[in-house]
């Protein structure tokens, strides 16, 4: 498979802030790649820096085997959205595209397909100070795809939105995405993308914690049983026989979390009866792609 974007020991800094930190990463053509970190990790430097609007301090990247010292190169082929789109909102859709297309120096033949494209051709007249949040952000995703990019570049583009609003950038995602475009979208709602991500680039504090498919990220999710018995005297003796059992069985407040059982809820079911102990909980979870991070990153809950 071939790379759409090689980077190699990029840094950045700004003053004494180290904003990327010789970040390496390749990320092939094709499919759905989440660039993904809290805020401030460094996600919209290294974008800043792969479209040219700014210089790194050292290390070297290409997009479409193309240096970034040289964006002219390579960014007909390349569409962006940054942060919330500007428009101006007394004109209509197809109007304000209309106006960014003669600004790039482009024609209007794509207008009518990239309005279709992002399922907003039957308000193509509507104002777009009429549009909700997400229809401008799917009016900006269209913008970005005027040139009819190979590779599409997006900034939190679910950044604000309401849940209905997520769901149909996500559709978008995905239906460009089997179009054959490499679509890098930068976020920190990291369940959203795990929702349409096939590769997953981890960043915190500018340097690279995971670089790999989604799939291969979650396999290193923890996986466990959650017990709770009814009455909570009985915590300790059920942690006991879980033991003697030979589970791995921690105390979490009037939980036991047993790692490792997940094929194996009956059998702790049966051994919580046979120590006449009547459960109130037992379920499997699962760590989500948010879970996983916060523990690579040693980071806690809303950090």
Avoid at 18 to 23: C, F, H, I, R, S
Avoid at 108 to 120: F, M, P
Avoid at 274 to 289: F, G, P, S, T, W
């Amino acid at each position: 498979m071939n790379v759409a974007i090689q980077i190699q020991d990029l840094t950045k800094d700004f003053g004494t802030l180290k904003a990327v930190d010789g970040l390496t990463v390749d990320i092939q053509q094709g499919g759905i790649v989440g660039l993904l970190g809290p805020n401030g990790a460094g996600k919209s430097t290294t974008i800043r820096m792969l479209l040219g609007l700014i210089r790194p301090t050292s290390g070297t990247a290409t997009v479409l085997g193309e240096s970034i010292e040289h964006p002219g190169k390579y960014m007909e082929h390349v569409g962006a959205l940054i942060e919330t789109p500007a428009f101006y909102p007394k004109l209509s859709g197809e109007t304000n595209l209309r106006t960014l297309a003669a600004l790039d120096g482009q024609s209007n033949a794509r207008i009518d397909e990239v309005l279709e494209i992002v399922k907003l051709g039957s308000r193509r007249g509507d104002r777009v100070s009429e549009y909700s949040l997400g229809m401008k952000q799917r009016l900006g995703i269209a913008a970005s795809l005027l040139r009819d990019p190979d590779i599409l570049i997006l900034d939190e583009p679910m950044n604000g939105l309401d849940p209905a609003g997520i769901v149909e950038i996500r559709t978008l995602l995905r239906d460009l995405a089997q179009q054959g475009k490499t679509i890098l979208v930068s976020s920190h709602l990291l369940s959203e993308v795990q929702a349409v991500a096939d590769q997953v680039v981890i960043i915190d504090k500018g340097r690279l914690i995971f670089e790999g498919d989604l799939a291969s990220l979650l396999e290193e999710a923890a996986h466990e049983v959650v017990i709770a018995p009814e009455d909570l005297d009985d915590i300790a003796t059920l942690a006991g026989a879980l033991e003697q059992a030979g589970y791995s069985a921690t105390i979490d407040g009037g939980e036991l979390h047993v790692a490792g059982a997940v094929d194996a809820p009956a059998k702790l079911n049966r051994l919580a009866f046979d120590n006449n102990i009547v459960l109130a909980e037992l379920r499997v979870r699962d760590e989500d792609l948010e879970a996983v991070f916060l523990r690579l990153t040693n980071r806690e809950m809303g950090l």
